[in-house]
């Protein structure tokens, strides 16, 4: 307790010693034309150059986005270094860095403006749920590898951080519509209003549909899938309270549908509906710049799995940060945060599993000399658990204080970079992140399945423990100026500890008594390794031609814990990550001409087959993405794309076979 | 040396010269761009309209050069997010009776000692291409812009005009 207290007193003394630090809040645009590149919060929580963030970032900006031709998020991830992407169905994909990507993928943490859109019910972020229409993207920022000591929980292979338009700076209005083969149609408006000198906003509706790809083998049938659509809306609105002193508040609702293959290997339909609202007060003191947070995400998510099953998932996060610099070299977040999780056990629905999560974090950023800087941070969070109501009958585990325990788990990150010339840079970074069980691994399902004579009980598991990842990293950038060219390659290295299961009915993990059922549940069942090298190029033949290559390449070993077939427990990530992912691309411009193209290719891997469930081989695969597009007058943009070009069908998995896609745009901006 | 080798050493030594950082040289319409945006980073700095005053020494060439280059980019007015940028051409020696100017451009080659002085006087902020004015801290703010913007600000200098810049700016910026 007294070391406690002569912690808080130091960050306290340092906060006093902070020199007075006056200022609004960040205006990404003005700062990048400054720059002449962008700027980041995301590795740090400090404003940052992308080229001197601590971490290994790649920043996909509003242009790209647009020039890309795609339609959905996962489709503009794909073409990041390293990141891997598996497209069960039309406009639904899992998206992860660096290998250890699975069916509900849950090692990545998404964000919109550092609200959470990863969906704690499963651990999984369904893309087509977030509610950002593209032409409100400033930029997305991905950082590669752990980085929970700023962002929490789950942010352990990386981060997405989606950047919107902020409505004080960026005036955006953009309305768009597409239609396209396969009965592909969407539109989308973003407009942003000034209500007097001290009041703006940005107001987004969003709407698509398309077919869902064609059912080739015996499974999923007609039944199991229906055709993907989604509408959303947003609304971001920031106030000048005082001079120094800002509100903004962001208003978010979604309703999608989609097949997905969350409950395995096998499709299921998902019907989720959205809702948010967050409020961020900014203020520069003489403290530093203060940030007071508070957002609830509420979810209610169907699935046409066990007959009909649905969840409601309420998330209150509550956070406050105090950001300032201490002479002329060093930099200082001290943040706190509560946060209070909660879900229903589903499908009987009486009773709920939950948990709070009291966290302290903060960084220290120290430019040593020019070319030499320092950043460390460290974070610590503790998660109490909780459950109430009743059990299901002759259910194994049924009693609630087994749920009355606390987790505590340190984060951190530590980067030392050295830029020993103008065109070299070198960083050397480690990581430790921590991803938390999922609130349906807690318990958040109790399904009971007839076995024979027998009943079985898929349950929760609530002495599930987190899993622990370690990263370590070596980053070399150059800079070919005279070529315009720029070259970067990074060796890492991942170390995973306690990777929890999925669901297996090949083993039973509780043996029926006479009192109790057999069951099954989530474990902790395997170790893992990842060691990898990733180099990415980029470079502009003439102003008008640009060009950029990246490879990565992973090797994955599991060592799976006794009694532990990672197969049958769908953790077998030695078989289902590719060692080798990369992409080709170029852009082209010439007066209103504008052309963009992107080769992606994902090396041989296996995956659980729809139908048996078993590792089936997916054989190595190129996919093609190219957009031509012509800025006429007014505003208006024309533009053809397309996805998958080289094949009408091709299996990018072991699911259904991604399918060629074409899309005609007309866009207005004013 | 074989022949093998000799044959290599062109190309080895294109491929030094491409590894090899490019060297560094002033553009002074770029340097002004930044000088011009780095302003409106100050708390309750120019906006609209407002004046630059380009110090320059007529005895020093290369300080005459930039102060035309200057000149001639901010022409009849130069945009730089919220505030347009006009120029006046200042001598060094008549810097303490300059009037109706929001900033100090201080030239290459100027003896930024006495202008830095001056320009505290006045409680303007002093701008210069030159690393040691910053560092002596005659000049409030140095910018260079090749290969990449680098923007210093002297803190001590900054506090003497009473210059506060805005946090997120400082914490993207050196500072001595």
């Known amino acids: 307790m007294k070391k406690q207290f002569l912690l808080a007193g130091a960050a306290a003394g340092l906060a006093l010693a902070a020199s007075s630090a006056h200022a609004q809040s960040m205006d990404y645009g003005s700062l990048q ?38 339609t959905s998020l996962p489709g503009i991830l794909q073409r990041v270094a390293g990141i891997d992407v598996l497209n069960h169905a039309a406009g639904q994909s899992d998206v992860n860095v660096r290998g250890y990507n699975q069916a509900s993928s849950p090692r990545l943490l998404v964000l919109v403006n550092g609200r959470q859109v990863y969906l704690d019910h499963y651990g999984v972020t369904i893309w087509a749920t977030i509610p950002v229409q593209l032409d409100e993207i400033r930029q997305i920022e991905v950082v590669k590898g752990p980085n929970s000591a700023l962002f929490g929980f789950n942010a352990v292979s990386g981060v997405v ?39 703006s906003a940005r107001l987004s509706l969003g709407g698509s549909r398309q077919e869902e790809w064609a059912l080739t083998a015996p499974l999923p049938t007609r039944h199991e899938v229906h055709d993907p659509h ?87 996060v509550a956070s406050l940060q105090d950001l300032f610099k201490v002479g002329t070299a060093h930099t200082f977040r001290v943040g706190g945060e509560y946060r209070h999780n909660t879900l229903n056990v589903a499908p009987v629905n009486t009773s ?100 024979g004579p027998m009943t079985l009980d898929i349950v929760g598991n609530p002495n599930l423990k987190p899993s622990i990842v370690t990263n370590y990293e070596l980053a070399y950038d150059h800079d070919f100026a005279p070529i315009k060219a720029k070259l970067g390659v990074r060796l890492f290295s991942q170390d995973w500890k306690d ?172 | 040396m074989s022949i093998r080798f000799k044959k290599l050493l062109p190309a080895g030594s294109m491929i030094l010269a491409l590894a090899a950082p490019m060297v560094g040289h002033a553009d002074p319409a770029k340097d002004l761009a930044v000088a011009g945006r780095a302003l409106t980073f100050l708390e309750n700095g120019p906006t609209g309209r407002a004046v630059l005053g380009v110090v320059f020494d007529p005895a020093k060439p290369g300080s005459v050069a930039e102060k035309n280059a200057i000149m001639a980019a901010l022409g009849a007015g130069y945009a730089a997010g919220a505030v347009t940028l006009t120029g006046k051409a200042i001598e060094a020696s008549a810097v303490g009776g300059a009037s109706g100017v929001a900033a100090l451009y201080v030239t290459t080659g100027v003896s930024y000692g006495p202008v830095g002085a001056a320009g505290k006087a006045k409680k303007l902020v002093t701008i210069g291409s030159d690393p040691a004015c910053v560092s002596s801290g005659a000049c409030v703010m140095g910018v260079s812009t090749d290969p990449k913007v680098d923007i210093t600000v002297n803190r001590a200098a900054a506090a003497a005009v009473g210059a506060t810049f805005k946090a997120a700016f400082r914490m993207m910026i050196k500072e001595v």
């Not at chain 1, 700027?39 to 020039?67: H, K, L």
């Open chain 1, 33 to 70: 034309e400054l720059f002449g590149e962008a700027v980041t919060t995301s590795a740090t929580g400090s404003p940052q150059r992308s080229t001197e963030a601590p971490a290994d970032m790649q920043i996909i900006s509003a242009d790209e986005i647009r020039r890309s031709g795609e």
């Open chain 1, 499 to 670: 990777i929890k299961t999925g669901i297996s009915t090949a083993t039973l993990d509780f043996f029926p008594t006479a009192t109790t059922n057999g069951g099954f549940t989530q474990i902790n069942g395997s170790n893992s390794k990842l060691k990898g090298v990733e180099i990415v190029a980029s470079g502009r033949v003439t102003p008008e031609l640009g060009w950029r290559a990246d490879y990565t390449l992973t090797d994955v070993e599991d060592a799976p814990f006794a009694g532990v077939n990672t197969a049958s427990r769908s953790i077998a990530f030695q078989q289902t990550t590719p060692k080798g992912r990369g992409n080709l691309g170029m852009d082209w411009e010439h007066g209103a001409w504008e052309a963009d193209a992107n080769l992606h290719y994902v090396g041989d891997f296996q995956f659980y087959n729809a139908v048996t469930t078993k590792l089936t081989p997916v054989n190595a695969f190129a996919s093609l993405s190219a957009r031509l597009g012509y800025k006429a007058q007014n505003g208006v943009t024309l533009a053809i794309a397309g996805q998958n070009l080289l094949r009408e069908r091709q299996d990018q998995t072991s699911g259904l076979q991604a399918e060629r896609r074409v899309q005609f745009t007309v866009s207005k901006t004013w």
């Open chain 1, 161 to 199: 951080n989606i950047i919107t338009y902020n409505p004080k700076f960026d005036d955006t209005d953009v309305l768009t519509v597409r239609g396209g083969t396969n009965g592909a149609a969407s539109g989308s408006l973003v407009s942003t209003f000034k209500l007097g000198q001290a009041l």
């Open chain 1, 230 to 316: 989604s509408a959303s809306a947003n609304l971001d609105v920031v106030a000048q309270l005082a001079e120094k002193t800002e509100l903004r508040m962001e208003g978010s609702w979604s309703n999608i549908q989609e097949d997905s293959r969350a409950a395995g290997a096998t499709y299921a339909v998902v019907k989720t509906i959205t809702s948010s609202g967050k409020a961020t007060i900014t203020s520069d003191t003489n403290l530093g710049t203060l940030q007071a947070q508070v957002y609830q995400n509420q979810l209610t998510a169907k699935y046409s799995i066990a007959g009909g099953i649905y969840w409601k998932n309420t998330i209150t």
């Open chain 1, 352 to 451: 709920d599993v939950s948990y709070d999560v009291a966290a302290l974090s903060g960084m220290w950023n120290w430019e040593v000399n020019d070319k030499l800087t320092t950043t460390t941070a460290l974070r610590v969070d503790r998660m109490s658990l909780e459950r109430t109501g009743p059990f299901l009958p002759r259910a194994p585990n049924a009693n609630n204080k087994l749920w009355d325990r606390d987790i505590t788990k340190t984060s951190a990150n530590v980067t030392l970079a050295w830029r020993p010339t103008e065109a070299d840079a070198f960083r050397l970074s480690y990581g430790r992140g921590v991803q938390a069980p999922s609130l349906i691994e807690l318990g958040g399902l109790e399904l009971p399945i007839a076995a």
